[in-house]
Nanobody
Framework: QLQLVESGGGVVQPGGSLTLSCKVSGVTLDYKAIGWFRQSPGKELEGVSCISASGEATNYGKSVKGRFTISRDVAKNTVSLQMNNLKPEDPAVYYC???????????????????WGQGIQVTVSS
């Protein structure tokens, strides 16, 4: 079965940085777009970023554009989310998810992703 496991969460001060990793098993990255989503208490699930199956295309949610960067390591079957300049509104449980096999496009829409990790907590505290 396709599995995704997040790691790298923790506590960081505002303005700090964290890198989350998503280890994918059961499928190679060439066959799935990978997305990052987040959910904070009382809020709807929010799209953060995604990378297409080929790695050629990426997209970001408006609130994180310019601060977060998604990348992948095909050899390790891992997708990372580098989060810089973290803000008080960024704390959430972050999920990685596997979506369609489209090679050159991806969208950060919840409904497009079929398989989900368990999530990992990111806390921003001063």
């Amino acid at each position: 079965q396709l599995q995704l496991v997040e790691s790298g969460g923790g506590v960081v001060q505002p303005g700090g940085s964290l890198t989350l990793s998503c280890k994918v098993s059961g499928v190679t990255l060439d066959y799935k777009a990978i997305g990052w989503f987040r959910q904070s208490p009382g809020k709807e699930l929010e799209g953060v970023s995604c990378i297409s199956a080929s790695g050629e295309a990426t997209n970001y949610g408006k609130s994180v554009k310019g601060r977060f960067t998604i990348s992948r390591d095909v050899a390790k079957n891992t997708v990372s989310l580098q989060m810089n300049n973290l803000k008080p509104e960024d704390p959430a449980v972050y999920y990685c998810a596997a979506g369609p096999p489209h090679q050159a496009i991806c969208v950060v829409l919840t409904g497009a992703f079929e398989y989900w990790g368990q999530g990992i907590q990111v806390t921003v505290s001063s």
